[in-house]
């Protein structure tokens, strides 16, 4: 079945402790995105990647990393994590850069930073 | 910069009435449009899409949307309500030239009352 994983699907942490959310795709896509969703504000890009070894700033950036080593994988690294980034988190990708392309999602990662 | 704005949050009808979801963009370049579907507690689903072809798109579950350049609008449309449509509504936008930003709108929570 083509999908987008996420891993894990809740996880409550503390203040500064790092984490890694992973992200997999089985559609051989080249596109892949992160998006955080907070009420009232829809879902805002984090990071983006075109290809491997390709990625790029979304709109909030601040405080993630990524990393796009395989084509499949696209991981979003949180290096010390503060209580504003508690929010819901989606991965998704699509089969090319072009901009007709759609998106397809993850089922979402729902954070809780302490 | 890039920008979509769905001119409601909240949105109230009858079942069996029709829905009108609205969604206006920014005017540069050439945009793609999307509509996408969360149901409460749910991933995201892509209902239609706007790729520069014909301005009147049909999408699923009888959903459709047109593309009006001259009022930079996409708004989504229903004839008839049902119960199952309740659920937060998502205008998206990607432009050409250069960038790969992919944009959300705030959301359209749709209620559908008996």
């Known amino acids: 079945e083509a999908q987008v994983t996420q891993n894990p699907r809740y996880l409550i942490t503390v203040t500064g402790k790092k984490l890694t959310v992973t992200c997999s795709q089985n559609m051989n896509h080249e596109y892949m995105s992160w998006y955080r969703q907070d009420p009232g504000l829809g879902l805002r890009q984090i990071y983006y990647s075109m290809n491997v070894e390709v990625t790029d700033k979304g709109d909030v950036p601040e405080g993630y990393k990524v990393s796009r080593k395989e084509k499949r994988n696209f991981p979003l690294i949180l290096e010390s994590p503060s209580p504003n980034q508690t929010s819901l988190y989606f991965c998704a990708s699509s089969l090319g850069r072009e901009i007709y392309n759609e998106q397809f999602f993850g089922p979402g990662t729902r954070l809780t930073v302490l | 910069a890039q920008s979509v704005t769905q001119l409601d949050s909240h949105v109230s009808v009858s079942e069996g009435t029709p829905v009108l979801l609205r969604c206006n963009y920014s005017?540069?370049?050439?945009?793609?449009l999307f509509w996408y579907v969360q149901h409460p507690n749910k991933g995201l689903q892509l209902l239609l899409k706007?790729?520069?072809?014909?301005?009147l798109v049909k999408g699923i579950n009888g959903f459709e949307a047109e593309f009006k350049k001259s009022e930079t609008s996409f708004h989504l449309t229903k004839p008839s309500a049902h119960m199952s449509d309740a659920a937060e509504y998502f205008c998206v936008v990607r432009y050409s030239g250069g960038y790969q930003k992919v944009t959300f709108g705030t959301g359209t929570k749709l209620q559908v009352i008996p």
């Open positions: 005017s540069s370049y050439s945009p793609s």
């Open positions: 706007y790729t520069s072809a014909a301005t």
